[in-house]
């Protein structure tokens, strides 16, 4: 494997690691939301970034790598994802969406921080198209909240 391969295959890596980390609290999020709407919306956006987190792991295997299959360890999301848990239990909406907000806020700057690298055409592509999904997450859990006076 080249060294911009193994460039890449770190940088996806790591991706890897945050849509998993958003897999997880989302779902962690649907589960302590009552509003059916609510908890369809975190369902959907965990799934999403399950796709993600595939699209990013086929990329790495063509490149000759191996994909992270956990979440990242020590990592500032992972963290945040955590304390979503314990955080949760007990709060209302609103505070569930902010802690979203968070998190996917985290994300955008792990998506951000990959687009500033070298990356090969078609891989930037699909990471653009999933940082267009970061923000369009972001935006509308942000609205939701604010709709909910959070």
């Not at 993600?52 to 990329?59: F, G, R």
């Not at 360890?73 to 239990?89: E, M, Q, T």
Request: with cysteine; net charge negative.
């Amino acid at each position: 494997m080249s060294d911009s391969d193994k460039a890449t295959v770190s940088i996806l890596n790591d991706l890897i690691e945050t849509c998993r980390d958003g897999q997880k609290g989302f779902l962690a999020c649907a589960d302590n939301v009552t509003p059916p709407p609510l908890k369809e919306l975190f369902q959907r956006r965990s799934g999403e970034c399950e796709l993600a987190a595939e699209q990013l792991e086929k990329q790495v295997l063509e490149l000759g790598g191996r994909p992270e299959h956990g979440t990242s360890v020590g990592a500032d999301l992972h963290r945040r994802w955590i304390d979503l848990r314990a955080w949760v239990s007990g709060k209302d909406e609103a505070a569930v969406l902010s802690e979203c907000e968070r998190g996917e806020g985290v994300a955008l700057q792990h998506y951000t921080d990959a687009l500033k690298q070298a990356l090969p055409m078609d891989i930037r592509e699909m990471v653009e198209r999933q940082y267009a999904g970061v923000i369009r997450n972001l935006d509308q859990i942000r609205a939701l909240r604010q709709q909910m006076g959070g």
